[in-house]
């Protein structure tokens, strides 16, 4: 009965948005786009040489902003793994579908990415690390459900050993790993690109693990910076050099990575028809602010990079300011291939702005933590903001907490919260908060609420049980 129930509801979710039809070979659109999706772990969006950062060098990721469009305000509404990966997968706020803190597992009737792509005709595959299949984190995700519609599949649900590890196939026999993880994740896109069916489109979403730590964590060889060169952010507290020189070899290290997809799509005459999105899941504070990890409400934490190509319709070398949630992400990408939106998802689609047109003034991203966990942020106080393309707002729930004027102060040294000359403004935000707070049906509930309306299982730091 399960079963039924769960086939019925993602078919009422497929009629919703016009994809009761199976596809037919040879019925789609002319020039209907492929679709790769590349996501890093813990990269904040800083760390380029596009954005000016001195201590890296990122070519390839510097072509692709000369070749697309780079969206500044790129935010991480929940900046943590799995929350951000199931908004990116569904197009819903965390509670809407109870992902609100890392090692829960996606419920598998929730009508995905993939499984809107594969409804219209276009081979899906997924690549690296998943994060949305539970507390296990080094278990087998069989074919089926769990999956949530993608076919080529060569996954570790979470692991962050970056060199000698292993991923799975569709059978249960890991896949040993020689070297660097993302080599060979590379290695796995090219066989996806050899194999597949040349008359259909694709979407292939490849998540690469670094720089999230452990930053040690990478080859000699790839080692191409020292950390007496490294030049430290002005918030930076008691920094740990070495960590920083290893952080940024990983990122020049995917940059590599990057440079061999980006060449393989050149190779096989790809680049003009195929959506390149690189972005990251969340930042990494590496000591800004006296912070390490993720979780709150600074820039380094939730502003990621977005970078998005699309040579047939996105006008090259643009800027834009927009502010981008992850849950536009899903919306906006069907829109850019000219399919139907589901009803389900809570995004905005924003492919009007990629292609050149002028963005709503007004919109803002709606920033949160429902449960902060684990050694580095189980002391947070639970906290809900407001991220503007200018400013940031953030309340916890005893009132008023943080205001920011990012372009004026970037690296959030001068707190105005509460202060006269700027209660006007603090005012609005605080009402603009309120309502989207009440949009999200969020009623700032304290952590333990959500430990029990989801039935979590939480460790003695407030984190969900997992199994390594």
């Not at 399960?2 to 039809?21: E, I, P, Y």
């Not at 005459?269 to 602010?289: E, N, P, Q, R, W």
């Not at 906006?332 to 939106?341: Q, R």
Request: proline content about 9%; some cysteine.
């Amino acid at each position: 009965m399960a079963h039924k129930a769960l086939a019925s509801r993602r078919d009422l979710l497929r009629l919703s948005c016009g994809l009761a039809t199976p596809f037919i070979p040879g019925a789609r659109a002319a020039r209907q786009p492929n679709v790769l999706i590349l996501l890093a772990d813990q990269f904040p969006a800083y760390a380029t040489g596009y954005a000016g950062d001195p201590n890296v060098r990122t070519p390839n990721m510097d072509r692709l902003a000369r070749q697309g469009v780079t969206f500044t305000n790129a935010i991480s509404n929940c900046p943590v793994c799995t929350p951000y990966r199931a908004m990116f997968q569904t197009g819903r706020w965390p509670l809407s579908t109870g992902i609100v803190a890392n090692d829960i597992l996606l419920p598998p009737d929730e009508y995905c990415l993939a499984e809107a792509f594969r409804d219209a005709g276009y081979r899906t595959g997924y690549i690296g690390k998943w994060h949305l299949d539970g507390p296990d984190r080094s278990g087998f995700t069989p074919p089926g459900p769990r999956r949530q519609g993608y076919d080529f599949w060569a996954v570790n649900n979470c692991s962050h050993r970056y060199t000698n590890t292993f991923y799975y196939r569709d059978t249960p026999e890991r896949v040993p790993v020689q070297g660097y993880e993302p080599v060979t994740q590379t290695d796995l896109f090219l066989e996806f690109l050899e194999g597949r069916d040349k008359s259909r489109p694709f979407l292939l979403y490849l998540s690469w693990g670094p720089p999230h730590p452990p930053y040690h964590l990478i080859p000699d060889q790839l080692r191409l910076y020292r950390p007496e060169q490294i030049k430290t952010r002005p918030n930076m507290q008691e920094p740990n050099l070495t960590f920083l020189a290893d952080f940024y070899s990983h990122i020049s290290a995917l940059d590599t990575e990057m440079g061999r997809i980006l060449t393989a799509l050149d190779r096989q005459g790809l680049a003009d028809d195929t959506i390149v999105l690189f972005t990251a899941d969340h930042g990494d504070m590496l000591s800004s602010h006296g912070k390490w990890d993720k979780q709150i409400w600074y820039e380094e934490s939730i502003n990621v990079p977005f970078l998005l190509r699309y040579p047939r319709r996105a006008p090259a070398g643009r800027r834009q300011d927009t502010v981008v949630n992850v849950v536009d992400i899903m919306p906006t990408l069907l829109a850019l291939a000219g399919l139907p939106i589901p009803k389900s998802v809570e995004g905005e689609d924003l492919s009007a702005v990629v292609t050149g047109g002028k963005p709503r003034e007004d919109r803002m991203a709606l920033i949160a933590n429902y449960m902060p966990f684990a050694r580095q942020a189980f002391p947070y106080p639970e906290w809900r903001g407001v991220r503007t393309p200018t400013h940031t707002y953030v309340e916890s729930r005893q009132g008023p907490l943080e205001f920011f004027d990012n372009r004026r102060d970037p690296h959030q040294l001068n707190n105005l919260v509460n202060r006269p000359e700027h209660a006007a403004f603090q005012s609005r935000l605080a009402t603009r908060l309120k309502s989207l707070l009440e949009a999200a049906n969020d009623r700032f509930e304290p952590r333990q609420h959500y430990w029990k309306r989801y039935n979590l299982d939480i460790g003695d730091q407030g984190q969900v049980r997992y199994r390594s």
